[in-house]
């Protein structure tokens, strides 16, 4: 079964106390080659750092728009993503 694309997430709108954790949730929904995308006013750079650090590895990122007003990046989870937390005394989050 085709998943239909995500509709891009404008995150301008979530409060910023809950943006990163909004987008996290997410992130951990997708299936093994999924992908979404946001939309920003300034460059997520940070949050994609966030990602590498919580999930090496498993998501890739794609700059769709680079500014200066406007960026737009597509989130993909790998087809073989891991979560990160399939050592000893880490906690999983990919349903692994």
Do not use: K
């Amino acid at each position: 079964m085709t998943a239909l694309p995500l509709e891009p997430l404008d995150v301008r709108a979530i409060p910023p106390v809950v943006r990163h954790a909004t987008i996290f949730g997410i992130l951990e929904r997708l299936a093994p080659g999924e992908a979404f995308s946001i939309v920003n006013d300034h460059d997520p750079a940070p949050l994609r750092r966030q990602i590498e650090v919580r999930y090496p590895g498993a998501y890739s990122w794609t700059y769709i728009v680079q500014g200066p007003e406007i960026w737009q990046v597509e989130i993909g989870r790998g087809d073989g993503a891991d979560c990160g937390g399939h050592d000893e005394g880490a906690a999983c989050t990919c349903g692994h």
